[in-house]
């Protein structure tokens, strides 16, 4: 029963490692990439989530070289250091819940957490093993505790390839609700203007996709488009289409 469970600890590290991996090895040409992509309030947020998903794949690692060594030590030591697991994870998700995500990106968000949530059941449930004298049912929980660490892995790999490639970033309201909640803000009284300002909008909605899709990622191009973009886009996040679109001309000499 001994070797069963030594077995499905083992499983479980070929998942947890696999987040530091990711995390850290991203290349300097795969991180210029996604730069390019991110206005300054996504860049400020990523720089802050990186050292949380940094920190959460160091766990991983020590994870990984106790966990064996852990079903074996004694009950309250066991007990002891995945508590102390638990705690940092904890803290982890306590710093992320204080940062306020930019509209675009709040899925990195949500996901991030959905990965830290899943990662501290795991440590919960193999903790418990620790004291459970019954090996059936400690074999149990430790498969149970190896499902939530490998779901939090395949979770925190979804954040990793979604930073890498903010086009994959599923959008949380549409470009045509967009522009109709900026439209009636701005001219919250002017009917005529809001149907003017919807109908300008939507066609310059229309040529930034043609611009984006002509300037493929990495290019001149589409960084003074993101560069514009960011500069025509407010503190919620609702983007000035046209503006974008005037000043990507302008500066592109079209």
Known sequence: MAESIRNKVSVLLLGIVVISVLTLCMSHTEKAEAAFQYNSS????????????????????????TAIGLQSAPEETCSNEFGFYQGIVVSL??????????????????KSLEGLSDY???????????????????????????????????????VNDLIANPDLIPTQTSSADQINEWCGAKWANNYKMQEHCVQT??????????????????????????DCSSLWTDKSGSQNYRMIVFCTQNQLGK
């Open 201 to 226: 909008q939507t066609e310059a909605q229309t040529k930034l996709t043609n611009m984006l899709q002509m300037n493929p990622k990495g290019t001149p191009g589409r960084k003074v488009i993101l």
């Open 93 to 110: 998700r306590n710093r992320l819940n204080s940062i306020t995500p930019p509209p675009r990106i709040k899925t990195i968000h949500i």
């Open 42 to 65: 996504e860049s400020a947020y990523l720089q802050k989530l990186n050292p949380i998903l940094t920190e959460l794949s160091q766990l991983g690692l020590k994870v990984s070289k």
């Open 120 to 158: 501290l059941t795991g440590l919960n449930i193999y903790g418990s093993s620790c004291v459970d004298k019954d090996y059936a049912m400690k074999s149990k929980l430790v498969n149970t505790a190896t499902e939530y660490l490998i779901k939090a892995d395949q979770t925190i790999i979804s």
